[in-house]
């Protein structure tokens, strides 16, 4: 199983609509290129801008990166010993391709623009988000029944979409990032600890991680072997 060309080509003309959707905006709404002249500059106009969205994007996209590598990589004598740090890298940035669909708690009337608009851009974000995730999965999926057989494999796709939901709804809720669990583990430890013994006081965030674990299992099933379709 391989992501085809044609598939390439269609994500390729995906990505370029999501792009088309924020330049669009920026000059209905006679936006300032001065935004985009600084880091700053650009987290102080996120809300007008939406630059956000591209950089969830690029986000996103980073667990299919590790996906494909990992898998082109699959026949080199080398791979036995990348393969699950590879894994655990993958596990690590996965939960930002469906975490974009969290964003959509920003849809709000904004000056200048239709709210439709807004809507529509918030909505493909977030399902091109996913099936970025969904592509990456399927790779994973396949490489993991490859090493560890189908009912193994299967059971560990499902304990990473369990952890997966966790940590978006831990992205949402506590601004956990997929970087700080190299750059600040210490508070990646004491959140953890505080989501086992304090439940009722996360109750929102243990909400959100079961309904998106559950979300995500059933589109994983349902959209099983059918995405990618070069065997």
Not at 117 to 125: C, N, Q
């Amino acid at each position: 199983m391989n992501i085809s060309k044609k598939q390439i080509f269609n994500l390729s003309l995906l990505m370029i609509f999501d792009l088309s959707l924020i330049v669009f905006r920026h000059l209905f709404t006679d936006g300032s290129w001065e935004q985009l002249a600084s880091l700053d500059n650009m987290i102080m106009y996120r809300s007008q801008s939406f630059l956000f969205l591209l950089w969830n994007l690029f986000l996103a996209g980073i667990p299919l990166g590790i996906a494909l590598v990992l898998y082109h990589l699959r026949e080199q004598s080398f791979f036995h010993w990348i393969f699950w740090p590879g894994i655990l890298l993958w596990l690590l940035f996965f939960p930002n391709s469906p975490y974009i669909i969290t964003d959509l708690i920003h849809i709000r009337p904004r000056a200048f623009m239709p709210l439709w608009y807004d809507t529509f851009t918030f909505f493909v974000f977030a399902w091109s988000g996913l099936y970025l995730g969904l592509l990456s999965i399927q790779l994973i999926a396949q490489l993991l029944k490859d090493r560890v057989g189908g009912a193994l494999s299967q059971m560990m796709i499902f304990g990473a979409i369990s952890l997966s939901g966790l940590g978006i709804a831990a992205g949402r809720f506590l601004r956990w990032n997929s970087w700080d669990v190299v750059a600040n583990p210490a508070l990646i430890l004491q959140d953890t600890l505080s989501l086992f013994t304090q439940m009722e006081a996360h109750k929102n965030i243990w909400g959100m991680a079961i309904i998106f674990s559950l979300f995500l299992s059933l589109i994983y099933v349902f959209s099983k072997n059918q995405i990618l379709c070069e065997k």
